[in-house]
């Protein structure tokens, strides 16, 4: 049973940096690409990198390149996604979701995380 | 602006037919890529509907089913049902941006 559980809720003020986690079981963590996908409120869902937890390798989307950094622990089976420079737009849900390859979609995925930029 | 292009919003009454446009480009839908749903209820995370144009994952009702044609795809609902009013996002693969997922701007269904 594969299971994509994400750390609490944050609230950070503007500039700050966040860092979520996503824990990974039921499966072997190093074989699927991770992928972050973010939900602002009342807005649609938005791709924003994904890590490849066999070898590192990272890809982002490029809206937040240069913010965003993806990465794992593989003795964890956890990734993580950093946003750095938050405002007030980035406040969203954020989600991890599992690859299936090869044709490039998501069944399983984390519960998501709360993100709250406030001054 | 999604690359993906759904309607914001479609309506249908219980037991009605309905379905969700999705228009992509040639560097996704039109290049060959596939297309899939999912279904976000209020307060939930998104739960995979059909993969791979046409499939169905286990535990899906046959109510739904989707298409591809060209640059485009469709989400079809028949037998609509009050539990079905849900937000619905398309999804693919682009290849001009090496390596990406691609979105719709999802649609909201309400049953009337």
């Known amino acids: 049973q594969v299971h994509l559980v994400q750390s609490g809720a944050e609230v950070k003020k503007p500039g700050a940096s966040v860092k979520v986690s996503c824990k990974a079981s039921g499966y072997t963590f190093t074989t699927y690409r991770m992928h972050w996908v973010r939900q602002a409120p009342g807005q649609g869902l938005e791709w924003m990198g994904w890590l490849n937890t066999g070898n590192g390798n990272t890809k982002y989307s490029q809206k937040f390149q240069g913010r965003v950094s993806i990465s794992g622990d593989t003795s964890a089976s956890t990734a993580y996604l950093e946003l750095s420079s938050l405002r007030s737009e980035d406040t969203a849900l954020y989600y991890c979701?599992?690859?299936?390859?090869?044709?490039?979609?998501?069944?399983?995925w984390g519960q998501g995380t709360l993100v709250t930029v406030s001054s | 602006q999604s690359v993906l292009t759904q309607p914001p919003s479609v309506s249908g009454a219980p037991g009605q037919r309905v379905t969700i446009s999705c228009t992509g480009s040639?560097?996704?839908?039109?290049?060959?890529?596939?297309v899939h749903w999912y279904q976000q209820l209020p307060g939930t995370a998104p739960k995979l509907l059909i993969y791979g144009n046409n499939n169905r994952p286990s535990g899906v009702p046959d109510r739904f089913s989707g298409s591809k044609s060209g640059t485009s795809a469709s989400l079809a609902i028949t037998g609509l049902q009050a539990e079905d009013e849900a937000d619905y996002y398309c999804q693919s693969y682009d290849s001009s941006l090496s390596g990406s997922r691609v979105f719709g701007g999802g649609t909201k269904l309400t049953v009337l």
């Open positions: 979701a599992k690859d299936s390859p090869p044709t490039f979609y998501f069944k399983y």
């Open positions: 040639s560097s996704n839908i039109g290049a060959g890529y596939d």
